[in-house]
């Protein structure tokens, strides 16, 4: 069965304390007790990553493997897609849906859709 890490960025990797620490290519450092557990997790499981983070929109996935790799990610081809970004859209307003809804629209149209199980391990607070 194949294994999937929906990762947020900021509050995971980018933690408060280097919250306002950049490194030259312009993005912010990653927390190197989290990039060092992520190492572990995607060594451990060989898990995918598929990121879920605000931080999906305008990146794309060979930006990610760089910005990734830079900080001591072990890992950059397991990064293989982001999640969608929905939106309800109304008459005055315009508003995001909740992270675990993406992640569930992710699902169902790359894996489920095609007759695939999953069982669905959140660890992100906003799932």
Do not use: H
């Not at 990610?64 to 897609?81: A, N, T």
């Amino acid at each position: 069965m194949r294994k999937f890490l929906f990762l947020d960025i900021d509050g995971v990797l980018v933690t408060a304390d280097i919250l306002k620490d950049y490194l030259y290519d312009g993005y912010q450092k990653f927390n190197e007790e989290s990039i060092n557990a992520l190492n572990k997790i995607v060594g451990l499981t060989g898990c995918d990553i598929i990121i879920s983070s605000s931080w999906r929109i305008g990146v794309s996935l060979d930006e990610f493997k760089k910005i990734f790799k830079v900080r001591g990610f072990l890992y950059p081809e397991r990064i293989i897609d982001v999640t969608p970004r929905l939106y309800i859209s109304g008459k005055d307003r315009y508003a995001s849906i909740p992270r675990g809804c993406e992640i569930r629209e992710w699902l169902m149209n790359n894996f489920v859709n095609n007759g695939n199980d999953y069982k669905k391990i959140g660890i992100d607070y906003n799932v």
